[in-house]
Structure formats: structure tokens, C-alpha cells
Nanobody, 122 residues
């Protein structure tokens, strides 16, 4: 089964807000370089925000100052708080990671999940 599951998408008006969640399918999984990506119709999938392996947070220029990535280690969940949403934020949003580990055993992410649809429209 996929190790990460996205939720929280929906329809929102321009200027509105949404919070996306990405939950680990098992509580003992540890993910590395975990982050959010999105893909709009006719466009390539792009990185939105991510925790990098060197401990920094990376944001796409288009979302800086509007989106915030965070995590709750107790729930093994990451979030994407999206404010001041614009129509060009409309996309399917995915979470992913470089790899994940359970104990001392680590694995590649097998595939992209189904994502969660975000639509910004009047």
C-alpha cells in the first residue's frame, strides 16, 4: 500500500484558505525530504514546499508568503496551510518523500498517490 495519503482538498474562492494533510499509513514510518507537489492540467508536476535533508524548508517562488508547510510528529502527519489562494493554484496536490524508514530498514517511495484536488474558483 502507498505509505502516504493526502486529504483536505476542495473548492475555495480566490483569497480563501485550505489546509492539506498528508498522513503516514503506519505510525512508525519516518520520511526524509518529505514535501508537497502539485500538478495542474497541461503542466508538469512541480515542488510546492518541502523539508529538505539538510534541515531547511524549500518553497516554490509562486507560493512564498502564502503557503506554510508544517508537521506533527506525534500524528506522523505533515500539513500545507494555503492562504490567499489564487486560481492558478488549482491543481492536484501530492505529498511525497525521497525515501522512508521503519526501524533500520529504509525503502523507496513506490509511487505517487492519488493526490487531493484543490480548485480555486468563483
Amino acid at each position: 500500500q502507498v505509505p502516504l495519503v493526502e486529504s483536505g482538498g476542495g473548492l475555495v474562492q480566490p483569497g480563501g484558505s485550505l489546509r492539506l494533510s498528508c498522513s503516514a499509513s503506519q505510525i512508525d514510518f519516518i520520511f526524509y525530504a518529505v514535501g508537497w507537489y502539485r500538478q495542474a492540467p497541461g503542466k508538469r508536476r512541480e515542488l510546492v514546499a518541502a523539508f529538505t535533508n539538510d534541515g531547511t524548508i524549500e518553497y516554490a517562488d509562486s507560493v512564498k508568503g502564502r503557503f506554510t508547510i508544517s508537521r506533527d510528529s506525534g500524528k506522523n502527519t505533515i500539513y500545507l496551510q494555503m492562504n490567499s489562494l489564487r486560481p492558478d493554484d488549482t491543481a492536484v496536490y501530492y505529498c511525497n518523500a525521497t525515501y522512508y524508514c521503519s526501524g533500520y530498514v529504509c525503502y523507496d517511495i513506490p509511487d505517487w498517490g492519488q493526490g487531493t484536488q484543490v480548485t480555486v474558483s468563483t
